[in-house]
């Protein structure tokens, strides 16, 4: 048996680093020299940055990073701002209630397809919206009502996004509004604060920390996940995820480097992205740091 | 750590106007919050269950026009394979959950408890997978995975599985970790009880709040995952959501709602037995919950 500290703490961290380097970082490894072209036989004369070239001039390159910017931004956005909202009504019911507000989290059950699938038969041309407003007289064949699946926008996708994330994040503000020490409100309350103060000084302060980490965690998982776009099918322009697995799996042989180098540009966006979040964070509020 | 008592809390609702009078206001604002709840979350779930009764279900209607037990008449003729598949996931988002919980009970209990150089660049590495696209790990491990023959395996679905979702068991246990003592591990240990035995009847019961936190996460992450379970799996390992996907891209809208509601129904079922169970044993140890 080791006696040492340093030796315990290795021991301890084992279970955790083994998997971590061997897999993840592995995997990502990988990922970026398959990139590269390595690990391929490849044709003479494909140089080392051939596959970022030709993804490069691909003109449906960067509309799919616009694409997908756009539907992670706005999802993650509203999710965040509907989350907190939701959280803070939950949290101003009396305990009477409270015990049924529970219902928030059945999207966090349900699986991404599904939830994409719930929209589309609510949110779909011929879906139950579209049928209430004909019913109401507002529209008088399917075509009327706007496509919200196959448009420039993803609506139908940044929806699925909502309503699978607002749960997400209605639990992350919750559980540090339950932490918040209620004297502070009602010494605010006492001192006259009105609601906004109350909430601008008091509650914000304390709830921006899991506020920002949400927003991370809700932007990079719309930005770059596979299930929804994959069920919801668009075509064009298409999110980044769906265009590298047809660059991979549906195209020739040789665009696999280019589905690995959009992937390797993906990830190296991921960490600027937290790593410069956070900064910006921490730069206004110095108390916000931890992740 | 001065924490108020669950009566104290009760007392003083928490809120933003926690003042005694609002009464009406109260009742008001309970109200529209559990309606727009209700509205939010739950209607959706009442509309697959009327379209899974509907024979056909179009526009315009609002309500089907007539009801059929067609979709539970198919769901029971093809019970079988949906049994199988609910069977593969539920067997593979369980044994994700032990692996993970092996994988970071120890580097939990390291975190929580000491201080050593670079601690902070470790915890914020280890929450990397959580953060990042999945794909950009994930199809780097799928080459690994055809290298060694563990592509379309069980296990591979449970590595991979693992690396995605372990940091939210992390998070949980470190924050279990932190709200025990180390006085009762000392204690144990100064009694003579070994490490193992310390760590298994001493921490472990009390961390059993945060490890049903993570592992309840951990399970409806594996068991929602299309994805990397499609990628891994290449269709070899049966899965639900591999079962389910031909039927939400598909026209019949009333069978796949249907589906849908069966796949609720197995996280249901697991946090009911596993609430049960977590209080019995406390109460069995006469610890309260």
Do not use: C
Request: no cysteine; hydrophobic share 55%; aromatic share 14%.
């Amino acid at each position: 048996m080791i006696r040492t500290r340093t030796g315990s703490l290795i021991l301890h961290l084992m279970p955790i680093l083994i998997p971590f380097a061997a897999l993840f970082m592995t995997g990502i490894i990988i990922t970026v020299l398959q990139s590269f072209g390595i690990g391929f036989a490849l044709p003479e004369g494909t140089g080392f940055l051939s596959a970022y070239r030709e993804v490069f001039q691909s003109p449906f390159f960067l509309a799919s990073v616009r694409h997908s910017l756009w539907i992670g931004l706005v999802s993650a956005s509203v999710s965040v701002m509907t989350g907190m909202f939701l959280a803070l009504l939950i949290w101003n019911t009396t305990s009477r209630v409270k015990k049924y507000s529970v219902v928030y989290k059945i999207p966090l059950i349900l699986p991404h397809i599904t939830v994409a699938f719930i929209v589309i038969i609510i949110f779909s041309q011929s879906g139950l919206l579209a049928s209430l407003a004909y019913q109401a007289g507002l529209l008088s064949e399917p075509a009327d009502f706007p496509n919200l699946f196959y448009n420039k926008t993803g609506t139908g996708i940044i929806l699925s996004y909502i309503w699978k994330e607002v749960p997400f994040a209605t639990l992350m503000v919750l559980s540090v509004l339950q932490k918040l020490d209620i004297r502070y409100i009602q010494t605010g309350t006492m001192l006259g604060a009105g609601f906004f103060r109350k909430f601008r000084h008091l509650i914000l302060p304390h709830i921006a920390p899991a506020v920002h980490t949400t927003f991370i965690i809700l932007f990079l998982y719309s930005f770059g996940a596979f299930d929804i776009p994959f069920l919801v099918g668009e075509s064009s322009p298409r999110m980044l995820s769906i265009t590298v697995f047809n660059l991979y799996f549906r195209a020739q042989l040789s665009s696999r480097p280019q589905a690995m180098a959009i992937l390797t540009m993906m990830f190296l966006f991921s960490m600027i992205f937290i790593t410069l979040y956070t900064r910006a964070v921490t730069a206004v509020n110095p108390k916000a740091r931890r992740i | 750590m001065g924490k108020t008592s669950g009566a104290a809390r009760d007392a003083a609702e928490p809120g933003l106007r926690s003042s005694p009078r609002g009464g009406i206001n109260a009742a008001a604002r309970d109200g529209t919050t559990l309606i727009l709840l209700f509205i939010l979350f739950v209607l959706p779930l009442v509309v697959l269950l009327v379209s899974s009764l509907a024979s056909v279900w179009t526009f315009p209607r609002l309500l089907p026009e007539s009801l059929s037990g067609r979709t539970y008449m198919y769901a029971v003729s093809q019970g079988r394979e949906i049994f199988a598949s609910l069977l593969s996931s539920a067997g593979y988002s369980l044994l994700t959950v032990a692996a993970v919980f092996f994988m970071t009970l120890l580097p939990a209990r390291a975190l929580a408890r000491w201080d050593f150089p670079g601690k902070h660049l470790l915890d914020a590495l280890l929450l990397v997978p959580v953060l990042l696209p999945a794909m950009t790990f994930s199809m780097g491990i799928h080459v690994i995975f055809i290298r060694t023959g563990v592509s379309d395996t069980l296990a591979g679905i449970v590595l991979v599985l693992s690396i995605y979702s372990y940091p939210y068991m992390l998070r949980a246990l470190i924050s279990a970790y932190m709200r025990i003592s180390e006085q009762y591990s000392v204690t144990a240990r100064n009694l003579g009880g070994g490490f193992f035995y310390t760590l298994l009847h001493v921490e472990v019961p009390m961390l059993l709040p945060g490890i049903a936190a993570g592992a309840s996460v951990v399970f409806l992450v594996a068991f929602g995952e299309y994805f990397l379970v499609f990628l891994i799996g290449g269709g070899a390992v049966d899965s639900y959501t591999g079962y389910l996907f031909p039927f939400l891209q598909g026209s019949d809208h009333q069978t796949a709602s249907l589906l849908t509601l069966i796949f609720l129904f197995v996280p249901l079922l697991l946090f009911f037995l596993m609430e049960w169970t977590t209080s019995s044993i406390y109460r069995k140890r006469g610890l309260e919950a």
